[in-house]
């Protein structure tokens, strides 16, 4: 029957290359097909791809019944610095942390040693008047007038996204929920993180560069895959769509758009279960996958038959190899090394 949804697909956008993978599930077959990537809107080449492929398996669009895919959009927009335009509303007294972050030097003996630069600049660092202690009782309540204030002069300058994150919200959200209410009454153009729903943990440097990098990428994800998502239904397909997550599990589009800070490691995660997957089925547990693309090369340690994974992960970093030199983001992910040195897609074997 031409309508059953027999296919699956997989999709990987890299920064060369664009790679895809059709599976019949009665069969076992599976066919692949490479497009060059295109940066500036990267569907088209996932479109073009996907027409191609589809094209040469004989199979419509119609028949796919699921669509996982993989980008490295997310890490890309945050190490070049191509997210939105963003505010911080904190706790007054607080709007430095995220540039003073902690205590910890990377490099004890480097008189010159660079910090990461934050993503919101100083000017738009928000110190708000409200205060909760550390058991979650109030102990100053919200200045909501403060706060139309606040997003008045927001708009006027052109601001797009916004991160609150309060002082103990992860034991009281209530006046971050609060903070969102006003922005949605407001500014409803504004997209907004709070730091009780995105990193929900003690440790107010961690939580609050998370939320920011979370929404400072969040107009960028969304608009990317809603993109993604005309032009599969434009294909024909009406099946599910699910995004690929640092963790190795999927989401669907709707969480995607949302939480966009845990799709840090979206495509190199599923290169590694790859790996560990392929481990398992020739008796090799232990692991060392080397996953080379045409701009990163990236490696993870498989044990047991699994990727190591971690709750804490650094993006951005001044120095690639120096742990504290980047951004700290409080995000499940698989652990693996990534290097700027691609080059894999034109190697050969002498």
Request: net charge negative; aromatic share 6%.
């Given at each position: 029957?031409?309508?059953?949804?027999?296919?699956?697909?997989?999709?990987?956008?890299?920064?060369?290359?664009?790679?895809?993978?059709?599976?019949?599930?009665?069969?076992?077959?599976?066919?692949?097909?490479?497009?060059?990537?295109?940066?500036?809107?990267?569907?088209?080449?996932?479109?073009?791809?996907?027409?191609?492929?589809?094209?040469?398996?004989?199979?419509?669009?119609?028949?796919?019944?699921?669509?996982?895919h993989g980008t490295t959009l997310v890490t890309n927009a945050l190490i070049e610095r191509k997210g939105a335009a963003t505010a911080l509303l904190t706790t007054e007294g607080f709007r430095d942390a995220v540039a003073i972050g902690t205590e910890h030097r990377y490099d004890m003996y480097d008189v010159f040693i660079e910090k990461p630069?934050?993503?919101?600049?100083?000017?738009?660092?928000?110190?708000?008047?409200?205060?909760?202690?550390?058991?979650?009782?109030?102990?100053?309540?919200?200045?909501?007038?403060?706060?139309?204030?606040?997003?008045?002069?927001?708009r006027e300058r052109g601001v797009r996204a916004v991160a609150v994150s309060f002082l103990h919200s992860f034991r009281n959200p209530e006046h971050e929920r609060r903070v969102r209410e006003i922005l949605a009454e407001q500014a409803p153009e504004m997209v907004v993180s709070i730091s009780s729903e995105v990193a929900p943990e003690i440790?107010?440097?961690?939580?609050?560069?998370?939320?920011?990098?979370?929404?400072?990428?969040?107009?960028?994800?969304?608009?990317?895959?809603?993109?993604?998502?005309?032009?599969?239904?434009?294909?024909?397909?009406?099946?599910?769509?699910?995004?690929?997550?640092?963790?190795?599990?999927?989401?669907?589009?709707?969480?995607?758009?949302?939480?966009?800070?845990?799709?840090?490691?979206?495509?190199?995660?599923?290169?590694?279960?790859?790996?560990?997957?392929?481990?398992?089925?020739?008796?090799?547990?232990?692991?060392?996958?080397?996953?080379?693309?045409?701009?990163?090369?990236?490696?993870?340690?498989?044990?047991?038959?699994?990727?190591?994974?971690?709750?804490?992960?650094?993006?951005?970093?001044?120095?690639?190899?120096?742990?504290?030199?980047?951004?700290?983001?409080?995000?499940?992910?698989?652990?693996?090394?990534?290097?700027?040195?691609?080059?894999?897609?034109?190697?050969?074997?002498?």
């Amino acid at each position: 029957m031409q309508s059953e949804k027999r296919y699956r697909a997989g999709i990987d956008i890299g920064g060369t290359f664009t790679d895809l993978v059709l599976i019949d599930d009665e069969t076992g077959r599976l066919a692949v097909g490479k497009v060059l990537s295109t940066p500036e809107d990267p569907s088209e080449a996932v479109e073009e791809g996907l027409i191609e492929l589809l094209g040469q398996e004989g199979v419509e669009a119609g028949r796919l019944g699921t669509v996982i895919h993989g980008t490295t959009l997310v890490t890309n927009a945050l190490i070049e610095r191509k997210g939105a335009a963003t505010a911080l509303l904190t706790t007054e007294g607080f709007r430095d942390a995220v540039a003073i972050g902690t205590e910890h030097r990377y490099d004890m003996y480097d008189v010159f040693i660079e910090k990461p630069e934050p993503l919101v600049p100083r000017s738009l660092r928000y110190g708000v008047r409200e205060r909760s202690l550390d058991d979650g009782s109030v102990m100053l309540d919200l200045d909501e007038e403060q706060i139309r204030s606040i997003v008045k002069e927001l708009r006027e300058r052109g601001v797009r996204a916004v991160a609150v994150s309060f002082l103990h919200s992860f034991r009281n959200p209530e006046h971050e929920r609060r903070v969102r209410e006003i922005l949605a009454e407001q500014a409803p153009e504004m997209v907004v993180s709070i730091s009780s729903e995105v990193a929900p943990e003690i440790r107010e440097y961690e939580r609050t560069s998370t939320t920011v990098a979370n929404v400072y990428t969040r107009p960028l994800v969304e608009g990317y895959l809603h993109s993604l998502e005309d032009r599969l239904r434009r294909l024909g397909y009406r099946g599910s769509l699910y995004i690929m997550l640092s963790n190795g599990g999927t989401a669907s589009v709707k969480t995607a758009c949302r939480y966009p800070v845990r799709l840090l490691e979206s495509g190199p995660a599923a290169g590694a279960l790859a790996a560990a997957f392929y481990g398992r089925a020739t008796d090799f547990s232990d692991v060392l996958s080397f996953d080379m693309g045409g701009t990163t090369a990236k490696a993870c340690l498989i044990e047991g038959g699994e990727p190591l994974g971690t709750n804490e992960f650094e993006v951005a970093r001044v120095y690639r190899f120096k742990k504290g030199s980047g951004l700290p983001v409080k995000a499940a992910v698989i652990e693996m090394i990534e290097i700027g040195a691609g080059g894999g897609s034109i190697a050969s074997i002498g």
